[in-house]
């Protein structure tokens, strides 16, 4: 019998694309993430990528909005089709200020990119705020892949990283900042029923 954690891990870790209306890069993890979301763009996946986050911190990754635009153009992103949310401060602003900026655009459709150790808690972060806001948004997971887990680019290894997210996981769970595991299962029936109609 495999745990609600697993489930959740496997559901994030193979969840299906469709085309949506914006890719949300989580700033974060130094430039390792920018280059997901160009990619997913000039796949047609979504018309936006929304830049979320306002936060200066090198030593913890989070590097500023100025910093990475630059990159993002000389990959050929046109500057017209990035949006800077620049309200949020940490996770779960991300989630308040992005499913917010949704609903006022009409926006049904995100594709989440993070590092692969922060999704699962990014993703459960997100699916708490659509759920609360009964917005009927439908997530997608994108994590970046290809990183090593055994490298420390000066905030921890991947794996020690991925340690301290599932930590975070209990911990926000109990504030109840979180979508449940049971919530993780019915929103993906929900979601890959969407696919077949």
């Known amino acids: 019998m495999i745990t609600d954690r697993e489930k959740i891990l496997a559901i994030v870790d193979n969840d299906c694309l469709s085309p949506s209306d914006a890719i949300i890069l ?30 200066v911190d090198y030593d913890y990754g989070s590097f500023p909005f100025s910093e990475v635009l630059p990159l993002m153009l000389k990959e050929g992103m046109p500057e017209i089709d990035i949006i800077h949310e620049d309200k949020s401060l940490n996770t779960r602003e991300q989630a308040i200020e992005v499913v917010k900026m949704a609903m006022e655009r009409g926006w049904k459709k995100l594709i989440l990119v993070a590092s692969h150790e922060h999704q699962y808690r990014a993703y459960l972060t997100f699916l708490r705020e659509v759920l609360d806001r009964k917005s009927g948004i439908t997530l997608y997971n994108a994590p970046v892949r290809n990183l090593n887990w055994f490298e420390n680019k000066g905030w921890g290894t991947r794996l020690q990283r991925l340690e301290a997210e599932i930590a975070r996981i209990e911990v926000y769970t109990e504030k109840g900042h979180l979508a449940t595991a049971e919530e993780v299962i019915e929103y993906q029936k929900w979601k890959e029923a969407q696919l077949t109609d």
Do not use: H, W
Not at 34 to 49: D, M
């Open 26 to 55: 989580l700033e974060g993890d130094g430039f390792d993430r920018f280059r997901k979301a160009v990619s997913l763009y000039k796949q047609g996946k979504a018309p936006k990528i929304v830049f979320s986050g306002n936060i």
